[in-house]
């Protein structure tokens, strides 16, 4: 069995907290319908440790075989 991978990253609403939008979890939904499924989260901090964007690694069985 093998994977494929891909990335979605979004960028977090708030100035003191990291709010995502509503439609990452749109987007989230839809490519669960397609077989995706989380593996990681990992944000991305700037300044003073403010999360400026959330990435979500995704994972699927390849379709390729």
């Given at each position: ?23 990452c ?41």
């Amino acid at each position: 069995m093998s994977w494929e991978y891909r990335q979605l990253q979004v960028k977090t609403d708030g100035l003191f907290t990291a709010k995502l939008p509503d439609s990452c979890f749109t987007e989230l939904n839809t490519l669960a319908k397609d077989g995706w499924e989380l593996k990681e989260i990992v944000r991305l901090s700037r300044a003073l440790g403010r999360t400026d964007y959330i990435t979500f690694v995704l994972k699927r069985e390849s379709k390729n075989e």
